[in-house]
């Protein structure tokens, strides 16, 4: 019989079963355990290949340098200096490599690496790699990136934006007399002086369109920012004080914080999911690996060897 000729309900049978199927795996996909389970079949298959490929006591260790290799080499020197290598340069490339591999692979053999805090760091750096590329294999459901935005909704809201203007005094040019010219400039501004007449040169001008709060901690630091948010709109207020100096501030306009919807930011969203699935599988699978090893720190050795803290060091 024929898949044409199966009875309707074997046929629907089938498609359920298919479907349970694919809906168990899809989950399994998304448990950090499974990723756990991944890594850890990868680690058994390199170092399986790696004993397979570790020659014997007094033989001939094997450097190939195949068309990978090559390519390889070729590619990133194109890469780096823009153009593609010619022949004496491409040797001279692959020259260089097997240098590399043969000392590489004897330092190794020495146990150079157990040492060095930039090889140890660097190894493992691509462990996290190694895991963080497993646990985001596996393309999410929608339902659970939409979750996630939910959660985190306040991160994507439209920030608030300010507009206004600001008189600048500058302490170091002024002196002692600064703080007087700012009441003085003031009390002028309040009665409708020209703002243009009075204050020092300042380097990012003088009036500010539509800035979002990042955008003036950047230019004028959080203590100016902290004190433009409290400020009225449409008034003279000051001084507000920055790295730079004293300012007479007014605020134009405000704009209220608005949130988005998740279309607007999914992009953002997906690559903040996965940089935080990535996360908790790291942190998992270091917990599992972790442990494997029997752990002792020398607490009064610690203790002797930190610093001490601000307050004691203060006295």
Known sequence: MSLHDQPPANHALELVSSHRGRS??????????????????????LNAWRSAERPPENATAQIEV??????????AS?????????????RGLVMAHIREEVFCREALALGLDRDDTIVRRRLAQKMEFLTGDIASAAEPEDAAVREFFEKHAARYAKAGR???????????KRGVEAETAVAESLAALTKGANDETMGDPFLHGFEFAEREPDDVVATFGEEFARQLAALPAGEWRGPVTSSYGMHLVRVDARTEPRAVKFDEVRETVLRDFHEERRTVANREVFEKLRERYQVTVDEAALAKAAAPTTKTAAR
Do not use: C, M, T
């Open 78 to 90: 194109e890469r780096q200096f823009g153009k593609a290598p010619d022949a004496e340069d491409l």
């Open 66 to 75: 195949n068309a990978a290799v090559i390519e390889r080499l070729r590619a």
């Open 24 to 45: 168990v795996f899809a989950r399994w996909l998304h448990e950090p355990l499974f990723h756990f389970f991944l890594l850890g079949a990868a680690l058994f298959a």
């Open 162 to 172: 300010v507009s206004f203007r600001h008189v600048y005094f500058s302490r170091e």
